[in-house]
T-cell receptor
Framework: DVKVTQSSRYLVKRTGEKVFLECVQDMDHENMFWYRQDPGLGLRLIYFSYDVKMKEKGDIPEGYSVSREKKERFSLILESASTNQTSMYLC?????????????FGAGTRLSVL | GENVGLHLPTLSVQEGDNSIINCAYSNSASDYFIWYKQESGKGPQFIIDIRSNMDKRQGQRVTVLLNKTVKHLSLQIAATQPGDSAVYFCAERETQGGSEKLVFGKGTKLTVNP
């Protein structure tokens, strides 16, 4: 089974804080993704990475950055959290081979910025 | 712009009935589609996929139908059970600048009444 682990299920932070959301996978997959999910807007892609130290912007990268120093870990960083970044954050990975386009998701981190 | 959307935001069915969840897409170049199920408090789970060279694909109690003429995708769930209550998303694969990403619909909430 593919396992995607997000380090926190719930986080509460204050405006202006630096926030780290961690995602870890155990299957040596190259491709990792960060989404946010908001009511009425669905899943929106923030950043993704195809390999170590590689990153590409998704549809809504503003206010976020990412780090991929090791293949198994993909971090989403909010440099200065704002209330409009209150959301559910989902990490996903894709497998190799025939199933390479199926994205497998973690359980999500619900972030509240006060 | 092109997008992946849903005909209905909510669907309520009786236990044991069949459910049909619909999805319209507008990118005629899309060649791969996925259905996901998201239960409350969890990340999306892969259900079934279909490539554009197919019209129909069956899984366990689920069938996906693809009508490329009208750019319509549907998910059929046979003998719906209370455990099927969830939000269901379709997604299409887009290729941009040599990289691939999934574009998600906003979801349909399925409620199964006992």
């Amino acid at each position: 089974d593919v396992k995607v682990t997000q380090s926190s299920r719930y986080l509460v932070k204050r405006t202006g804080e630096k926030v780290f959301l961690e995602c870890v996978q155990d299957m040596d997959h190259e491709n990792m993704f960060w989404y946010r999910q908001d009511p009425g807007l669905g899943l929106r892609l923030i950043y993704f990475s195809y390999d170590v130290k590689m990153k590409e912007k998704g549809d809504i990268p503003e206010g976020y950055s990412v780090s991929r120093e090791k293949k198994e870990r993909f971090s989403l960083i909010l440099e200065s959290a704002s209330t409009n970044q209150t959301s559910m954050y989902l990490c996903a990975i894709t497998q190799r081979g025939l199933a390479k386009n199926i994205q497998y998701f973690g359980a999500g981190t619900r972030l509240s910025v006060l | 712009g092109e997008n992946v959307g849903l005909h209905l935001p909510t669907l309520s069915v009786q236990e044991g009935d069949n459910s049909i969840i619909n999805c319209a897409y507008s990118n005629s170049a899309s060649d791969y589609f996925i259905w996901y199920k998201q239960e409350s408090g969890k990340g999306p789970q892969f259900i079934i996929d279909i490539r554009s060279n197919m019209d129909k694909r069956q899984g366990q109690r689920v069938t996906v139908l693809l009508n490329k003429t009208v750019k319509h995708l549907s998910l059929q769930i046979a003998a719906t059970q209370p455990g099927d209550s969830a939000v269901y998303f379709c997604a299409e694969r887009e290729t941009q600048g040599g990289s691939e990403k999934l574009v998600f619909g906003k979801g349909t909430k399925l409620t199964v009444n006992p």
